[in-house]
């Protein structure tokens, strides 16, 4: 046996029926093209591929494309093994509109890397498709904020900052002359303080519906909307403290800024009328000067903006004037009650005013006055100090320093 399996005629003689049985295996197929059923006629398969994605080639850079169907229905008709295999490769469904000109045409459907020995039949067979140019304009990105109406009391928003300001949109030219907005949006609703957000913007025609088909670039700006807390913007009023070095009276103040903005609850504000307490040490003026001052923030308030004010002092040397017979005035007499000075019984005071010799010399007889304050009497004397009012950066002496005030009933 072994020298059998060792000759080389016997290896001959087995190759050759082996190959003799692998042609009629293959030969066999043909027999039922000729009417003769084969014993071992391999089956037949039928695959139907519904929504089959319709693969689109076209110059993109340039030209756009519009109307043609997203997916086809395919079948496969060939031999089980073949279809088995169709299944199991990347095939493709195409249109080729890379030679066609602008305009509308009716195209063939083709397929590709499908299995050779396979029938495939594609519904519908033949597609309408329009090509357009490519076109690109420049517009502004629009913000719209939304829910504005649920801001906290008194905050309010100021204009969206966006970057980039302006973006490129690109598309059929046909749809580009239906831009009317590229906006996007932002919900603010709630919002204390400044709102960052990242959105992505849409195209839209001038009744604000959502045009498709186009493209934005870049599509996501970053969008940063300002809010503002209720505030009151009030003149400010330093609190001098100390005294001015012998011999020298300030001659102007002059502030920068005048008014500044306080931020705090809504009713508290409208009772601001001015902001005070801003310390300025007299003591340390010798000269004319310029100096920084912080601005505390008043009690019950959130901020002051700007928190500074620059005072620029100018001093001179003090001189003096005199004023003789300056009338005493009263003020604040109850209703019902009438008053008249019994001492000094002239009624009159002579007055010495300090300060710059720039402020004396605009001073006149009704820049200022003499008076006493009677709010809150009864009938009868009443010893006072006597008070004065007049021009800022001015001290004053008077030869009268206490004043007899009579009241009495006017019925009486």
């Known amino acids: 046996m072994d020298k059998l399996l060792t000759s080389n005629w016997f290896v001959k003689i087995i190759s050759f029926l082996l190959a003799l049985m692998l042609y009629t295996i293959v030969a066999m197929p043909d ?85 050779e020995n396979v029938d495939v039949t594609i519904d519908p067979a033949r597609v309408s498709v329009t090509i357009e140019e490519k076109n690109s304009n420049n517009y502004q990105a629009g913000i719209n904020l939304l829910k504005v109406e649920e801001l906290p009391e008194g905050y309010t928003t100021e204009e969206p900052i966006v970057t980039p300001k302006t973006v490129s949109v690109t598309g059929a030219k046909s749809k580009l002359d239906q831009v009317a907005f590229v906006r996007g949006y932002v919900d603010v609703s709630g919002a204390k303080e400044e709102v960052n957000q990242r959105i992505t913007l849409n195209v839209y025609d001038g009744n604000m519906d959502e045009i498709q088909g186009l493209t934005i670039d870049p599509a996501v700006v970053d969008v940063k909307v300002p809010i503002k807390e209720p505030f009151k913007k009030v003149p400010i009023k330093l609190d001098q403290k100390g005294e001015l070095p012998e011999g020298i009276s300030i001659s102007s103040i002059a502030l920068e800024p005048t008014d500044v903005s306080v931020f705090g609850p809504e009713e508290e504000l409208e009772e601001l009328k001015f902001l005070d307490g801003i310390p300025l040490d007299l003591s340390e003026i010798t000269k004319d000067t310029t100096i920084e001052l912080e601005i505390p923030v008043p009690e019950g308030m959130n901020k002051v903006d700007p928190g500074t004010v620059k005072a620029t002092i100018s001093v001179g040397k003090e001189d003096e004037r005199a004023f003789d017979d300056v009338p005493i005035k009263v003020t604040g007499v109850s209703d019902g009650l009438e008053a008249s000075v019994s001492s000094p019984e002239t009624g009159v005071t002579d007055m010495k005013l300090y300060g710059a010799a720039s402020v004396l010399d605009n001073i006149q007889n009704g820049d200022f006055q003499a008076y006493i304050d009677a709010s809150g009497l009864s009938e009868g004397e009443h010893e006072l100090g006597l008070q004065w009012n007049g021009p800022s950066y001015v001290r004053w002496s008077g030869s009268t320093k206490k004043v007899t005030l009579t009241i009495e009933n006017r019925t009486s």
């Open 31 to 115: 027999a039922s093209t000729s009417g003769t059923q084969g014993l071992f006629e391999p089956e037949t398969e039928s695959e139907s591929i519904t929504d089959m994605e319709l693969q689109v080639l076209s110059d993109e850079d340039n030209v756009v494309v519009s109307d043609l169907p997203e997916t086809v229905d395919v079948v496969v008709n060939g031999r089980t093994d073949s279809v088995m295999l169709s299944k199991l490769k990347n095939k493709e469904i195409y249109v080729d509109l890379r030679n066609l000109t602008p305009g509308q045409h009716l195209v063939t459907v083709k397929h590709r890397d499908f299995p």
